[in-house]
């Protein structure tokens, strides 16, 4: 089994052992599902757990903080209340020890390593990320056999509204990597990027394009336990020799270097600066999303070695990353070390740290940026 099925069915084998479920009668179920996150229309967020037997409980999310401990009623309630701004948050919930997702919530979010319980915090006027009355785009999930990895496995593909396989100008692309810790629906499952370019394309705000987002964890047969740095060069050539190969054969795209561009969070944005900044042939914009350079100081030698070339050759290099990330010093570093060559690139220090609240704004800041 693979791991974030593990995880999945470990949480929910926990979620489903909980004492306030051992009674699943018509009844039982009807109230559990009132236990569901109830938002205000000031913004704050009720969570509520029933588990009468349980001694202590904690809620813990992705909004910064401390966990905090949850109050119990005569009825065996749990509730905790938070004051958060619009956005879409994952959470879970300690119970005497054992974490367990919100056994009456169904949204999730899934990943390679955890999975957690989301709410979403709706804004006003809406947020780009949220469900609006505009054109959408279609979510295409291709499987491929890699033959760099010796295993089928698939890419998720967006292509805007109004696309059409057989008629029309062809499309750029941006090639969109996940981090360590997700899987290739992660972009669209939890950081929603068809619904922040649908809004940006509503506005007129973006340039339509095609996004296409594929598995980045990626070994040699037999060799699952690798380094980092093996882990970005299996997948560079697969992504090089198999993925881009196969969106110029299956989709209305344009193929020159002008015309393709690679972004990523996390371990993906290692990747994409190891493979956008190594082959500047082939990709001409580039976004790091909160990863430094340290891992790919022999692509940033070359780099800053003919900085005049490189710059000729980059029509966009974007970095962002959250002050409180503990990458931060070392981003810095980074954006000093392009300055110092002269290698025009924008830095967009922000608020936060390592999380999805970060990575899906620095989405939204990049994304009209394309293809100018």
């Not at 939890?190 to 973006?206: E, P, T, V």
Request: hydrophobic letters at 40%; glycine letters at 8%; proline letters at 6%.
């Amino acid at each position: 089994m693979k791991p974030r099925l593990i995880a999945l069915a470990l949480a929910t084998c926990l979620a489903s052992s909980l004492p306030a479920q051992e009674d699943e009668t018509p009844g039982n179920r009807a109230a559990m599902l009132k236990n569901a996150p109830s938002i205000s229309t000031d913004g704050k967020v009720t969570f509520t757990l029933t588990a009468p037997k349980a001694s202590a409980v904690f809620l813990s999310g992705d909004w910064g903080g401390e966990r905090t401990p949850m109050s119990k009623d005569e009825k065996g309630n749990w509730t905790a209340t938070l004051a958060l701004r619009p956005q879409i948050y994952s959470y879970t919930f300690l119970v005497d020890g054992v974490r367990t997702l919100d056994p009456a919530n169904t949204q999730l979010k899934l990943g390679r390593v955890v999975t957690a319980s989301s709410v979403e915090v709706p804004g006003t006027p809406s947020m780009p990320w949220e469900m609006r009355d505009v054109a959408h785009g279609q979510i295409t999930t291709i499987t491929y056999r890699s033959t760099v990895a010796g295993d089928q496995r698939r890419v998720v593909i967006y292509t805007p509204p109004g696309y059409d396989p057989d008629q029309g100008t062809k499309l750029p692309v941006l090639y969109l990597l996940h981090g360590v810790g997700e899987i290739e629906s992660s972009w669209v499952q939890y950081g929603r990027a068809n619904l922040i370019a649908d809004s940006l394309l509503a506005g007129g705000q973006m340039k339509p394009m095609i996004i296409v987002m594929p598995n980045g964890h990626a070994y040699k047969p037999g060799e699952a336990a690798t380094t980092d740095a093996q882990r970005t060069s299996v997948f560079e050539e697969d992504l090089l020799e198999t993925i881009v190969p196969l969106v110029e054969r299956s989709y209305r795209v344009k193929t020159d270097q002008p015309n393709r561009a690679v972004m990523g969070l996390s371990m993906g944005g290692r990747q994409a600066l190891r493979i956008g900044l190594g082959h500047l042939e082939r990709f001409s914009q580039v976004g790091i999303f909160s990863a430094s350079g340290s891992r790919g100081t022999d692509v940033l030698a070359r780099l800053t070695a003919d900085p005049t070339s490189a710059s000729a050759q980059l029509k966009l290099l974007w970095i962002g990353c959250g002050r409180s990330d503990s990458r931060f010093a070392e981003v810095l570093k980074l954006t000093e070390d392009l300055t110092k060559a002269g290698i025009h690139h924008t830095f967009q220090p922000s608020d936060g740290a390592h999380d999805w609240i970060n990575w899906r704004q620095y989405l939204v800041e990049t994304l009209p940026q394309l293809f100018r």
